[in-house]
């Protein structure tokens, strides 16, 4: 499977597919704390921020030449000394999850991760999210903090699971 699987930098052409697959997942309310769809144009900028910031790159995943999946790097907190940190998110269109797409995405934001001068990595995941969770402790990343029922989603209180990586020391 995971050499039917082509990583490479998100292009404008993508954004529709980028924002059907983030918004596939909203009704799920495991993955997202949005709780209705977004649209290309709102999404826009985050777009263009992620193409003009070198360091924190939006990447897009094919499989057999569909776009399936998407990750990005962004800035976290916005603030200069947190330079060396970034937020990673990753978003798989439901018909390809179970493939080791999210592996290969993650495998290849951590190898990048030196090139682009990132030393921490931190994922904020939904308590209730076990997919997102167990493939994040699979690479390596621990929990380092728990915010406790921050989010509500349809009534339910979530626990908002912040998993971080050191990498490169």
Same mark, same amino acid.
């Given at each position: ?60 995943? =094919?499989?057999? #030449? /569909? &776009?399936?999946?998407?990750?990005? *790097? ?9 330079? @060396? ?56 990343? =621990?929990?380092? #903090? /728990? &915010?406790?029922?921050?989010?509500? *989603? ?9 998993? @971080? ?5």
């Amino acid at each position: 499977m995971k050499n039917s699987i082509t990583v490479r930098k998100a292009v404008a052409a993508d954004l529709p597919a980028i924002v059907a697959i983030y918004n596939s997942t909203i009704s799920s309310r495991m993955v997202t704390a949005d709780t209705e769809p977004v649209t290309v144009e709102e999404r826009r900028p985050w777009f263009i921020e992620h193409q003009t910031t070198a360091n924190r790159p939006l990447w897009a995943a =094919e499989y057999d #030449g /569909t &776009l399936c999946g998407w990750l990005s *790097l962004s800035n976290f907190y916005g603030r200069p000394a947190y330079r @060396g940190t970034a937020e990673i998110s990753i978003y798989l269109d439901h018909a390809f999850r179970g493939r080791g797409i999210g592996s290969s995405l993650l495998h290849y934001a951590l190898d990048q991760a030196s090139d682009l001068e990132i030393k921490t990595i931190l994922a904020f995941i939904f308590g209730q999210n076990k997919p997102s969770l167990h493939l994040f402790e699979r690479f390596g990343f =621990e929990a380092w #903090g /728990t &915010l406790p029922k921050v989010a509500e *989603l349809d009534g339910n209180e979530c626990d908002l699971i912040i998993m @971080g990586k050191r990498v490169n020391p």
